[in-house]
Nanobody, 124 residues
Framework: QVQVVESGGGLVQAGGSLRLSCVAS????????MGWFRRAPGKEREFVIA????????YYADSVKGRFTISRDNAKNTVYLQMDSLKFEDTAVYYC?????????????????WGQGTQVTVSS
């Protein structure tokens, strides 16, 4: 069983930046694909960004490409989500998830383990 814990959420102004962290347990962290999803009030959970554990390929939602970046530090079992140029519509609970698969990383069902979520609020 893999435990996933996110942190770093908070309140920021539109145009600002925020960095989220996600720590996942396990000795095989480097083999996991890691993804970020978000759920805005009244909406379904949606894909944000992911990084493959097998080859490091990165996949983006169109809404965040050019603004958000994902990276990982395998020595720390940690994945990061750097969010720049934040918009009001980025306001959501952000979830980190781990998968033993490599595809399709933009789909919720590809992930086996989920964190509890961290709130990101962007003021207009």
């Amino acid at each position: 069983q893999v435990q996933v814990v996110e942190s770093g959420g908070g309140l920021v102004q539109a145009g600002g930046s925020l960095r989220l962290s996600c720590v996942a347990s396990g000795r095989t962290f480097s083999t996991y694909s890691m993804g970020w999803f978000r759920r805005a009030p009244g909406k379904e959970r949606e894909f944000v960004i992911a990084i493959s554990g097998s080859d490091g390929n990165i996949y983006y939602a169109d809404s965040v490409k050019g603004r958000f970046t994902i990276s990982r530090d395998n020595a720390k079992n940690t994945v990061y989500l750097q969010m720049d140029s934040l918009k009001f519509e980025d306001t959501a609970v952000y979830y980190c998830a781990a998968s033993g698969a490599t595809t399709p990383l933009h789909k919720v069902y590809a992930y086996h383990y989920w964190g509890q979520g961290t709130q990101v609020t962007v003021s207009s």
